[in-house]
């Protein structure tokens, strides 16, 4: 094998005369004496050049001069046109002779020539001239497309059907090397008899040493008798393959499964490949817990993997030159997985209760194989019915489910639980049972009930009632103690605090003391702000009071959350209704009958009032005494609340009487107070 041959292009000017041009010589050959060492420089072997050398031996010394004659014959033995007795003086020894450019075997005569005698051409000798400059024809050749590294490589050429150049064929010349357009011979078209690799009477096959891993190029030349090759040369790819083929394991489960694998080895391999080529060809191979291994032509094997346990699977594959990762090769052992199966569910019980937390519900979850997953969850329903399981918010930690049951959203009555675990395979198992194997019931409430009494005043609520007669105000007191039997409702003027207060109890009455109570403020639609929560805790008896600041209408409630012990409580809903301000004034308070108007001026006032933008409406009202309250005009404030009329008194008729006026402002969608009036005012006229 020849790798990076340089081709070296020798260009010799062929002389295309017939007739070599005569250089005069000194004689020194003497009569009769025939010229001896005819030759040709080089040798007679084909030239592929049709230019030669030809020379001979010195002849013996003579007085005379002497001078040598010479011609060429043609292949087929007459003389060439141009050669008639061509001539050269001794002592030179030597001529070159262009033959004409058509191959075949030429031949050079020469002999002494003595003009001044009878006779006067010696003894002839010649010599051949063999010329050939006509290249072969292409040749063919063929190797294996792949090999194993380190593999010899068999080629094989087979030479072309077509005529054979007049020198014939010496051989072939083969090579291998990386480059697709290379040549086996470092020139161009010509060969040294060191390139032949493959003499024409060796036969027509060769073994060559393999290349470096990859794809390389097998060419391949004809060389004739002249040393010319063939064209163009013959080149086929030839892959090197040293490597195994890679495997990959599909279907091969993440942790554990629930039931038998079904996995498959795929190979893949990106040199000679692992397309099924029958007995012997590219294998993929599957091997479970150490069994006769399962083999399939190609490039993908698969099995079934079935039984609880722990299963070791390996495998590997064979390419197409029998590169295998089956550990006959150091570095390519067989890949191996571990495949584990759990068939089996979950051991699930509910674990014991705990009495200072009694909505905590918990169970244990266990698992021999796989080991319990942190999943599941644990449901409900109501005792007896046997409805659908309704969900609980579930802490799952592997071993353990924690969920909270909120008691005090579910009615009164037994609960039926369930738990369901689940191990790292994915099995499941349900249970309703607990640590000493019987259902798990709980009725509620669960926890210690409390009780929550709520309304108007402290530890007692003092009513005032006030009636008039016989034109004179009567009032009664009345102290009333039990928050149930207290009012709902309550009326402030402007500006009035408001107390509530309560008491925290279980259901046998006894206090809850330290206990958290949110009293929470709804105002009506247009306070300043819609909430108000306040938060108070219990003292010694359960009781709590808390004084409201001023404020709009509203809606009070009093809540209890609850904890883990005590169930939650909700006070009864108590309502406020507060009167704005209102204040009115005249500019006068005697009038002339169809004189100067007076002027009503007046404003709506709270400290936690919002008016709209667009005012409020004001109705102005009069009476006389002891008569209904009448209204005369409609105002509308400003956005501060303010407001004024002017009113001209044009009736005759009061001149002399005492008249009673005050504003009145109703209730409206967007004003957060209830409805209220100015203290009155009079007028006479």
């Not at 002779?97 to 020539?113: K, M």
């Not at 040393?227 to 993440?254: F, H, I, K, M, Y």
Request: glycine letters at 12%; hydrophobic letters at 40%.
């Amino acid at each position: 094998m020849r790798a990076g041959r340089c081709t070296v292009m020798v260009a010799l000017a062929a002389a295309t005369a017939l007739l070599a041009a005569a250089i005069p010589v000194t004689a020194g050959a003497s009569d009769g004496t025939t010229l001896t060492g005819l030759r040709v420089f080089g040798g007679d072997i084909w030239h592929a050049e049709n230019q030669f050398w030809v020379e001979w031996d010195p002849n013996p010394p003579t007085p005379f001069r002497s001078v040598v004659k010479y011609a060429v014959r043609g292949p087929r033995g007459t003389y060439l046109a141009g050669f008639p007795e061509q001539t050269v003086e001794n002592p030179t020894r030597q001529v070159l002779v262009s033959v004409p450019a058509l191959p075949g075997v030429y031949r050079f005569e020469a002999w002494d020539y003595h003009p001044g005698d009878v006779f006067p051409n010696g003894p002839s000798s010649s010599v051949p001239l063999y010329f050939d400059d006509a290249r072969p024809a292409a040749v063919s050749v063929s190797a294996p497309g792949w090999v194993a590294a380190g593999s010899p490589v068999p080629v094989r050429v087979t030479g072309s059907s077509g005529p054979l150049p007049v020198s014939g064929v010496q051989g072939y010349a083969v090579s291998i090397d990386s480059a697709a357009g290379a040549s086996p011979c470092a020139a161009a078209v010509s060969c040294t008899p060191a390139e032949i690799d493959l003499p024409a009477a060796g036969g027509d096959a060769v073994t060559l040493p393999a290349p470096p891993e990859g794809v390389s190029y097998v060419h391949a030349v004809a060389v004739s008798g002249s040393w010319r090759a063939s064209a163009p040369t013959a080149t086929v790819p030839l892959g090197v393959d040293g490597t195994p083929p890679q495997v990959r394991l599909e279907g091969e489960p993440v942790g554990w499964a629930a039931g038998p694998v079904r996995v498959t080895a795929v190979a893949s391999d990106p040199l000679s490949g692992m397309a099924p080529a029958g007995p012997g060809g590219p294998t993929t191979a599957i091997e479970i817990d150490g069994g006769p291994p399962l083999l399939a032509p190609g490039a993908s094997a698969g099995a079934m993997v079935a039984g609880e346990g722990t299963h070791r699977v390996g495998y590997w594959a064979r390419d197409a030159v029998g590169n295998a990762g089956d550990g006959s090769l150091a570095f390519a052992r067989p890949r191996t997985t571990t495949v584990r199966i759990d068939e089996s569910g979950p051991i699930v019980r509910f674990a014991a209760g705990d009495p200072t937390d009694p909505e905590r519900i918990e169970a244990n979850v266990a698992d021999r194989l796989s080991g319990p997953a942190a999943r599941g969850q644990i449901e409900l329903r109501p005792a007896g019915g046997g409805g659908r399981f309704e969900p609980l918010p579930t802490e799952a930690q592997r071993g353990r489910l924690v969920a909270r049951w909120s008691s005090d959203d579910y009615p009164r009555g037994d609960y039926e639980f369930r738990a369901v675990g689940y191990d790292q395979a994915g099995n499941s198992a349900a249970t309703t049972l607990g640590a000493n194997d019987s259902p798990l019931f709980l009725r509620n409430p669960v926890k210690r009930v409390a009780r929550l009494a709520f309304g108007f005043g402290g530890d007692r609520l003092v009513i005032q009632r006030c009636a008039r007669a016989d034109g004179a105000r009567r009032c009664h007191h009345t102290v009333v103690r039990p928050f149930a039997q207290r009012p709902a409702s309550r009326a402030l003027p402007c500006c009035h605090r408001a107390l509530v207060g309560g008491r925290l109890r279980d259901a046998e009455g006894e206090p809850l003391a330290g206990q958290r109570v949110d009293v929470v403020e709804t105002f009506a639609r247009g306070a300043r702000e819609p909430i108000r929560v306040t938060t108070v805790t219990t003292d010694a008896d359960g009781a709590f009071h808390v004084p409201l600041e001023p404020g709009p209408s509203r809606q009070v409630s009093a809540r209890f959350a609850g904890n883990r012990r005590l169930t939650r409580a909700d006070g009864r809903r108590l309502r406020i209704r507060v009167r704005a301000g209102v204040r009115l004034r005249v500019s006068a308070t005697r009038v002339r009958v169809g004189g100067a108007p007076v002027v009503f001026r007046g404003r709506v006032f709270h400290p936690e009032a919002r008016i709209p933008p667009t005012g409020l409406p004001v109705q102005l009202q009069f009476r006389l005494p002891g008569s209904a309250w009448s209204e005369f005009r409609t105002l509308q404030t400003d956005s501060a609340g303010r407001f004024a009329y002017p009113y001209t008194f044009s009736d005759d008729d009061s001149a002399g009487v005492r008249f009673q006026f005050r504003a009145f402002v109703p209730a409206t969608g967007n004003w957060a107070f209830a409805p209220a009036t100015s203290r009155p005012v009079a007028v006479t006229g």
